[in-house]
């Protein structure tokens, strides 16, 4: 069974940083995507940044580029979101998501597996 467990969320100031972990445990590694997608209240679930466990590939939405980073520790089956130069607007619920495949989709529904979800809340 397959589980994924976020945490490091929390209440930051603008402009500061946190860094969000993902540990995954209950699958057999090899071609799987991690990603992560958030969702503010009353809107949909974006998606955020997505990496390949085989080659380190990543994926990023444009409004993250430059200031968010995924990264990935085999070892350890954790997967990582650092987040630097918040803002009021990166407020959501952040999820880690899972799919099996090569391809570093984007879409929500592409993803098998997710987490509980863990609050991020940015003040200005």
């Known amino acids: 069974q397959v589980s994924l467990v976020e945490s490091g969320g929390g209440l930051v100031q603008g402009g500061g940083s946190l860094s969000l972990s993902c540990v995954a445990s209950?699958?057999?590694?090899?071609?799987?995507?991690m990603g992560w997608f958030r969702q503010a209240p009353g809107l949909e679930r974006e998606f955020v940044a997505a990496i390949r466990w085989n080659d380190g590939g990543t994926n990023y939405i444009d409004s993250v580029k430059g200031r968010f980073t995924i990264s990935g520790n085999n070892a350890k089956n954790t997967v990582y979101l650092q987040m630097n130069s918040l803002t009021p607007e990166d407020t959501a619920v952040y999820y880690c998501a899972m799919k099996a495949g090569y391809s570093l989709a984007s879409t929500s529904s592409r993803y098998d597996y997710w987490g509980q979800g863990i609050q991020v809340t940015v003040s200005s």
């Open positions: 209950g699958y057999k590694f090899g071609n799987n995507v």
